[in-house]
């Protein structure tokens, strides 16, 4: 009886409740600042945004996937995504729009809680962050920029100095000119 109970005392202890109310089943506090995040989110949504945005180097998956060269993009909304890409381009960041298919949530399923912080298999790191964002966002008009990759100058980009580069702001800058002029 006592290894069972202490074995219920773990796994409770192992969840968190989240702002809007789920339960997170905390596997890996590596993965504590998607915690945070999932917070900010639901917070932004009290204010009932058009477009929500959040940019963090939440993986460093995506700096596997796509290296320093561009930005990984998840979205909801198409018209965000175009004026995103279009601020990319106007500003020399690149950005590139990853998934987010239905099947990467199902990793993030959990037996003691709403959702795992992390996913039940080791790929595709980046897009069940993502997916685990999601699920904390209300706006039906939101970004997650995975800047784990570009959060750092590169030798392709001379125009930056060594060091902390400060990408994508002027990406952002740009499509928030787009969507106000859009409005």
Sequence with gaps: KKVSEQYSK??????????????IQVDNTDAEGRLILADALTYADTFEPSHVVDMAT????????????????YSTCESLWSALEKG???SG??????PLFK?????LKSRTADINNISSGPYG????????????VKCKSWAHLD???????????SYLPKGMSGRPTRSIIEALKLLSINK
């Design 10 to 23: 773990q796994w409770y202890q192992r969840r968190v409740r989240a702002m809007n109310g789920k339960t």
């Design 58 to 73: 939440l993986t460093g998956a995506m700096a596997v996937a796509l290296g320093g060269e561009c930005v990984g993009t």
């Design 88 to 90: 990319g381009y106007i």
């Design 93 to 98: 960041d690149r950005l590139w729009r990853m």
């Design 103 to 107: 099947e990467y949530g199902d990793l």
């Design 125 to 136: 790191g980046s897009i069940t962050a993502a997916k685990f964002l999601q699920n904390f």
């Design 147 to 157: 800047i784990a990759g570009v959060m750092d100058s590169t030798a392709s980009f």
